[in-house]
């Protein structure tokens, strides 16, 4: 080999070295900045507006992440996932960025010193009463959402209890879609902003009557008091750029089923996040009942 090529080798490998420390530091402190290409920022605050730094915050799918800076932000490439915000003293946050909407996301925080305290009353272990709150009727009647319309259900907790499960009774599906679900808190009646489980995102199985998804290792505690499930509907994902397919307004799966079984109504809707409302009353043609609610359900531990 040349003494001119051997330089060049040598100049050549230094590069790539030096380009390669480069990307790995900028992985490990970005500069954050909303106008990089697929990639978006995180902002993450407590409760009285700090910045939270060394907030961990990770695809739970694609097991890729970063952590805050000292200003409390992140730089993370655009993907179709939820993602799990978690730092000590703090409660855990899951959420779904919507990749088509949003190139900066603020969370903020809870903190855990409230949760902690209840903790240490009772462990884990002592929640072994399993109590089943909400609807779980068989139904024919149904409600056919459109693309990102919101349906929750309100249920009533009497007594601080850890959530093991949900269950949503819909039709027999006929293809896999997803939708999120959250725990909200009771604000005048309604759901508030607050939430005790933030976006989790959740795909149906193709064939089944109802979908029903554990919660257990989340440690969720529920407060006495009223709470709400809450539903989102996405449906199916678009292959070639892996957004929502919107259907022009149709209805989109899954479908899930409305009761007579309860008096009370307890089921509320949100159009495109505008403004909650009570369920409208149908009528139930094979017994003239009203039908009002939809069947969600959850399991709940209690000491």
Same mark, same amino acid.
């Given at each position: 080999?040349?003494?001119?090529?051997?330089?060049?080798?040598?100049?050549?490998?230094?590069?790539?070295?030096?380009?390669?420390?480069?990307?790995?530091?900028?992985?490990?402190?970005?500069?954050?900045?909303?106008?990089?290409?697929?990639?978006?920022?995180?902002?993450?605050?407590?409760?009285?507006?700090?910045?939270? =730094?060394?907030?961990?915050?990770?695809? #739970?799918?694609?097991?890729?992440?970063?952590?805050?800076?000292?200003?409390?932000?992140? *730089?993370?490439?655009?993907?179709?996932?939820?993602?799990?915000?978690?730092?000590?003293?703090?409660?855990?946050?899951?959420?779904?960025?919507? *990749?088509?909407?949003?190139?900066?996301?603020?969370?903020?925080?809870?903190?855990?010193?409230?949760?902690?305290?209840?903790?240490?009353?009772?462990?884990?272990?002592?929640?072994?009463?399993?109590?089943?709150?909400?609807?779980?009727?068989?139904?024919?009647?149904?409600?056919?959402?459109?693309?990102?319309?919101?349906?929750?259900?309100? *249920?009533?907790?009497?007594?601080?209890?850890?959530?093991?499960?949900?269950?949503?009774?819909? #039709?027999?599906?006929?293809? *896999?879609?997803?939708?999120?679900? =959250?725990?909200?808190?009771?604000?005048?009646?309604?759901?508030?902003?607050?939430?005790?489980?933030?976006?989790?995102?959740?795909?149906?199985?193709?064939?089944?009557?109802?979908?029903?998804?554990?919660?257990?290792?989340?440690?969720?505690?529920?407060?006495?008091?009223?709470?709400?499930?809450?539903?989102?509907?996405?449906?199916?994902?678009?292959?070639?750029?892996?957004?929502?397919?919107?259907?022009?307004?149709?209805?989109?799966?899954?479908?899930?089923?409305?009761?007579?079984?309860?008096?009370?109504?307890?089921?509320?809707?949100?159009?495109?996040?505008?403004?909650?409302?009570?369920?409208?009353?149908?009528?139930? =043609?094979?017994?003239?009942?009203?039908?009002?609610?939809?069947?969600?359900?959850?399991?709940?531990?209690?000491?």
């Amino acid at each position: 080999m040349k003494k001119n090529e051997i330089v060049t080798y040598y100049l050549l490998f230094f590069l790539m070295f030096s380009s390669s420390c480069f990307s790995q530091e900028e992985n490990k402190l970005p500069v954050p900045s909303s106008k990089k290409n697929n990639t978006f920022k995180i902002k993450v605050k407590d409760t009285n507006g700090k910045s939270i =730094e060394s907030v961990s915050i990770v695809y #739970l799918k694609h097991n890729l992440g970063n952590y805050t800076n000292s200003n409390g932000e992140a *730089i993370l490439p655009l993907i179709n996932d939820s993602l799990k915000v978690s730092c000590i003293g703090f409660r855990d946050t899951i959420f779904m960025l919507n *990749i088509s909407k949003e190139n900066e996301k603020l969370i903020v925080l809870q903190n855990q010193i409230q949760q902690l305290q209840t903790v240490n009353v009772f462990s884990n272990s002592a929640f072994k009463n399993e109590v089943l709150l909400g609807l779980d009727e068989s139904t024919n009647n149904f409600f056919k959402p459109g693309y990102g319309n919101q349906i929750a259900i309100k *249920i009533y907790n009497s007594k601080i209890g850890l959530l093991k499960s949900i269950k949503l009774n819909h #039709l027999k599906t006929q293809y *896999i879609s997803d939708i999120k679900i =959250e725990i909200k808190s009771d604000e005048n009646g309604f759901p508030s902003n607050n939430s005790l489980l933030t976006d989790t995102l959740v795909s149906t199985k193709k064939g089944k009557r109802f979908t029903e998804i554990e919660f257990l290792d989340n440690n969720i505690i529920l407060e006495k008091g009223y709470f709400y499930i809450v539903v989102t509907h996405l449906g199916l994902k678009n292959f070639s750029d892996g957004d929502y397919i919107k259907y022009k307004g149709q209805p989109i799966e899954p479908f899930f089923l409305l009761t007579d079984q309860e008096k009370n109504e307890n089921t509320y809707l949100n159009y495109l996040n505008r403004k909650w409302r009570l369920y409208p009353k149908l009528m139930n =043609e094979n017994n003239g009942k009203e039908v009002s609610n939809v069947v969600f359900s959850c399991k709940i531990l209690y000491p």
